[in-house]
Each structure stands twice: as structure tokens, then as C-alpha cells.
């Protein structure tokens, strides 16, 4: 067992504690990271991005998922490991109960699974067999092509309400976290009110009961040049990257970050 459960997480959210998350894909990192404080350590398929070159999260597959899940479980020193499913490795209930069981036999604690209300059915199923799950909604970047880019989601009053509906559903299918992506600050605000379990943010703004950033994306590194608005470089004045991830803890937990400009309005 991690030192950080799920309990803990529960805990923090009750007493209006912010919960810190970062990605990590490798053992060196995720002895920094979790010494630093940060509670949840992500493989995110974000990793292909950022650690393989692609314009996308698609080309991710199980066995780099695995790879640096196993790595991460390596140099961990208590946090909570979440490990994303990668695309289409959720394609039909039986993949994702067996995709599932190869993640957490790898070191995950928890899985991540991107979609909506249509997930509850695998979500009630992972939970009934020990797994817990995080709910990733908003701006799910698996969906890419079917979303047109990476653009906010729950702008338009229908969308908003039916992203508070599937929260709800979810919740009650038995997820044990959410996750939401470029939502406006206010919405994510209303969902992280509305639900028991911890909601975690990115560009989500302030009001949710934690935040995630993709590791590179905070270190100041990016491959494009491009940088999405609600990406802070916590290296700027640091000097060391161990100081840079203790300032990242310090700024969640005062909630100085993310601040109003790291935010969508609606
Ligand atoms: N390095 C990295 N960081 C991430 O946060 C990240 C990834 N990769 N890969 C997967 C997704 C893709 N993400 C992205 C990428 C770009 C924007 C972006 O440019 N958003 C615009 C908002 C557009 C709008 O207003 O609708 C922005 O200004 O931030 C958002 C999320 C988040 N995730
Ligand atoms: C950005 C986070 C939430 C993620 O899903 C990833 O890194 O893949
Ligand atoms: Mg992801």
C-alpha cells in the first residue's frame, strides 16, 4: 500500500485541503516527486507527447503504458499511482477489465479512463473487482478528432448541465475520482461542490479539490513552443528541479496556483 490511499485523498477534500497530482513516467522522477510532497503521481499518455513526439495521445499503446508504470511503481515513495488507459485499450468491457488487471498488477493504484456517463457500466465493474477509477471529462484528448482540437468543453448552457449530470452519474456508478480538462472555472467548480470524491483539475481553474500538470509543461520544456494558458513554469527562479516540484506543492496547497489567468471563463 501507498502511504497516500484513498482514504487520504477523501480526507483532504473534507477538510478543503487542495490535492497535489503530477505526471511521471520514470523512476528518477517519481523518487522527486513523491519526496516533494505531490500526493498523486499520473501516467498519463500524455507521455506520448511529451516523451515519444507525437501530435497526440493515439499512438500510445498498452506496452509503453505498462513499461513506464513499472518504472514509475519503482521509484515512488508513497504516492498514489494513477496509470491513463490508453486508446481504444477500453474499446469493449472485456479489454478494459483485462487492460485493467495488467495496469494495476504493474504498480498502478488506480486506472484513468476518459469519457462520460456512457463509461458507468465499467466503472461499476472495475470497482465491484478492486479497482478503483478515475473519470477523466472535458476535454478528453483521446477524442481529439471527434472534438475538432484541444478546445474548453461545457461552454454552452446544455453542455455544462449534461457535464454536471454525467459527474453525478458517474459518482454513483462508483468512480472514486474525477478528473476534469479545460472546463470553465466556474462549472468545475460547481461539479467539485456537487460530488463526494475529489475532483482534480487542469485548466480548470481554482475551485476544484486539486490540480494535475504534465511534468514537462511545468519544468518550463515544450517540444511545440506552444503553451497552453493554463501551464505555469514553476523552474522560473528555482534552482534546482526538486526546489521547482516543492514550489508546485506549496503553490496548490495556498491555492496562489493556478490563479485566475491559468482559467477559462464560461
Ligand atoms: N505537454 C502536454 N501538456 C498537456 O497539458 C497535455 C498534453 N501534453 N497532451 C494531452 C493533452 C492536450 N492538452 C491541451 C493542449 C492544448 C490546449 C490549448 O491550447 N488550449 C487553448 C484553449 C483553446 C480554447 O480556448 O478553447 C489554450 O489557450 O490554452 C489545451 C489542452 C492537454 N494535455
Ligand atoms: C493531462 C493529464 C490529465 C492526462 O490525462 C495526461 O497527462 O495524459
Ligand atoms: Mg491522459
Not at 480526507?11 to 505531490?38: H, N
Not at 504498480?107 to 463509461?119: I, P, S
Not at 457535464?163 to 454513483?172: F, G, R, T
Request: glycine content about 10%; some cysteine; aromatic content about 4%.
Amino acid at each position: 500500500m501507498p502511504d497516500v490511499t484513498l482514504t487520504t485523498l477523501r480526507a483532504l477534500k473534507q477538510k478543503g485541503e487542495k490535492i497535489t497530482m503530477l505526471t511521471c513516467y520514470d523512476a528518477t522522477f517519481a523518487d522527486a516527486c513523491s519526496k516533494a510532497g505531490v500526493e498523486v503521481l499520473l501516467i498519463g499518455d500524455s507521455l506520448g507527447m511529451v516523451l515519444q513526439g507525437h501530435d497526440s495521445t493515439l499512438p500510445v499503446s498498452m506496452a509503453d503504458t505498462l513499461y513506464h508504470t513499472a518504472s514509475v511503481k519503482r521509484g515512488n515513495a508513497g504516492a498514489l499511482i494513477i496509470a491513463d488507459l490508453p486508446f481504444m485499450a477500453n474499446a469493449t468491457l472485456e479489454q478494459t477489465l483485462h487492460n485493467s488487471g495488467l495496469l494495476m498488477q504493474a504498480g498502478a493504484h488506480m486506472v484513468k479512463v476518459e469519457g462520460a456517463a456512457w463509461l458507468a457500466e465499467s466503472i461499476t465493474k472495475l470497482a465491484e473487482r478492486g479497482v478503483p477509477v478515475c473519470a477523466h471529462m472535458g476535454l478528453t484528448p483521446q477524442a481529439v478528432n471527434i472534438l475538432g482540437g484541444y478546445k474548453v468543453q461545457g461552454r454552452e448552457h446544455n453542455q455544462a448541465r449534461q457535464m454536471v449530470a454525467d459527474a453525478i452519474a458517474l459518482e454513483q456508478a462508483g468512480a472514486a475520482m474525477l478528473l476534469l480538462e479545460c472546463v470553465p472555472s466556474d462549472l468545475a467548480g460547481e461539479i467539485s461542490r456537487t460530488v463526494k470524491v475529489p475532483v482534480i483539475g487542469i485548466g480548470a481553474g481554482p475551485q476544484t479539490d486539486g490540480q494535475v500538470l504534465v511534468l514537462h509543461d511545468m519544468l518550463g520544456l515544450s517540444l511545440s513552443g506552444r503553451v497552453p494558458k493554463f501551464v505555469k513554469n514553476f523552474m522560473s527562479g528555482q534552482p534546482s528541479i526538486q526546489d521547482a516540484l516543492a514550489a508546485y506543492v506549496k503553490e496548490v496547497k495556498a491555492v496562489s496556483f493556478p490563479a485566475a489567468e491559468h482559467g477559462f471563463s464560461a
